[in-house]
């Protein structure tokens, strides 16, 4: 058997978002740091829906962050 993480996601409405430090807090509460090496959006800002993709073995490694419609 391999090693191979599964993703999981957590969608939300960005409540707050720290550019400088790439901290994502959505309405619910919920806190994420992005890595530097994981791309955010331009469009997400503060009201923006978001999907933040996570690693199922750490839910606090972000793998990617996109837009939700």
């Known amino acids: 058997m391999s090693g ?3 993703a ?3 969608d939300g ?3 707050e978002y720290i550019k ?3 901290v994502i807090t959505l ?3 919920k806190s994420f740091t992005v890595p530097p090496d994981v791309a955010i959006p ?3 800002a503060v009201g ?3 999907s933040i993709s996570t690693a199922d073995d750490d839910a ?3 793998t990617g962050v996109t837009l939700s419609p």
Do not use: C, H, R
């Open 4 to 6: 191979v993480a599964w």
């Open 8 to 10: 999981a996601s957590v």
């Open 13 to 15: 409405v960005v409540k």
């Open 20 to 22: 400088e430090t790439k």
């Open 27 to 29: 309405e619910d509460g």
């Open 42 to 44: 331009p469009e997400v």
């Open 48 to 50: 923006a829906k978001v």
């Open 60 to 62: 606090t490694k972000v």
